[in-house]
T-cell receptor, first 111, second 114 residues
Framework: SQQGEEDPQALSIQEGENATMNCSYK?????LQWYRQNSGRGLVHLIL?????REKHSGRLRVTLDTSKKSSSLLITASRAADTASYFC???????????FGKGTLLTVNP | DGGITQSPKYLFRKEGQNVTLSCEQN?????MYWYRQDPGQGLRLIYY???????QKGDIAEGYSVSREKKESFPLTVTSAQKNPTAFYLC?????????????FGPGTRLTVT
């Protein structure tokens, strides 16, 4: 079963603009992770935020987590054409080490 | 270089044939996973293993089988019982120590069954 739901399903922006993607989930979590997938390739881990954290930064990435609303957002600042990819959130909950993935947001950055 | 390899990148089979997808990792990770991805969809877990000679069914195990005879290897067999086997298959691995369980993915195998 898929716990995370990303929103929007697709996002198209111009180079230099910021991109924001949202993820909602249903049950309690230990951490939430964001992954990136270029077309036809494997996923690459971007950033992890623990359930007791509210915000985390990594380079041009900023992730927030609101456990009361069971939601997270991923912000990519100053986007580049090379950021074009699908972005997935994944949750780890309870004592389980499995990841549960959402359906992803397809981001297109136009040069 | 450390990482996960999957082979082949593209695989074509006739309906009714079993096919085995290879996954090898040299990251010394305990856990390994197989996912299926359909167009425009997220990843669905087929099987996972946290230790040699042990594995568990994921959300969509029907029509698939796995083995874990070595820590480095976790091959997936798509059997003729899988009704809709054409998909993109991704293998991943992770440590089990700590609490992050970040997964490392292979490049995937695209299977087409006609």
């Amino acid at each position: 079963s898929q716990q995370g739901e990303e929103d929007p399903q697709a996002l198209s922006i111009q180079e230099g603009e910021n991109a924001t993607m949202n993820c909602s989930y249903k049950t309690s979590i230990n951490n939430l992770q964001w992954y990136r997938q270029n077309s036809g390739r494997g996923l690459v881990h971007l950033i992890l935020i623990r359930s007791n954290e509210r915000e985390k930064h990594s380079g041009r990435l900023r992730v927030t987590l609101d456990t009361s609303k069971k939601s997270s957002s991923l912000l990519i600042t100053a986007s580049r054409a090379a950021d074009t990819a699908s972005y997935f959130c994944a949750t780890v909950g309870g004592s389980n080490y499995k990841l549960t993935f959402g359906k992803g947001t397809l981001l297109t950055v136009n040069p | 270089d450390g990482g996960i390899t999957q082979s082949p990148k593209y695989l074509f089979r006739k309906e009714g044939q079993n096919v085995t997808l290879s996954c090898e990792q040299n990251l010394n990770h305990d856990a390994m996973y197989w996912y299926r991805q359909d167009p425009g969809q997220g990843l669905r877990l087929i099987y996972y293993s946290q230790i040699v000679n042990d594995f568990q069914k994921g959300d969509i195990a029907e029509g698939y089988s796995v083995s874990r005879e070595k820590k480095e290897s976790f091959p997936l067999t798509v059997t003729s019982a899988q009704k809709n086997p054409t998909a993109f298959y991704l293998c991943a691995s992770s440590r089990l120590a700590g609490e992050s369980y970040e997964q490392y993915f292979g490049p995937g195998t695209r299977l087409t069954v006609t």
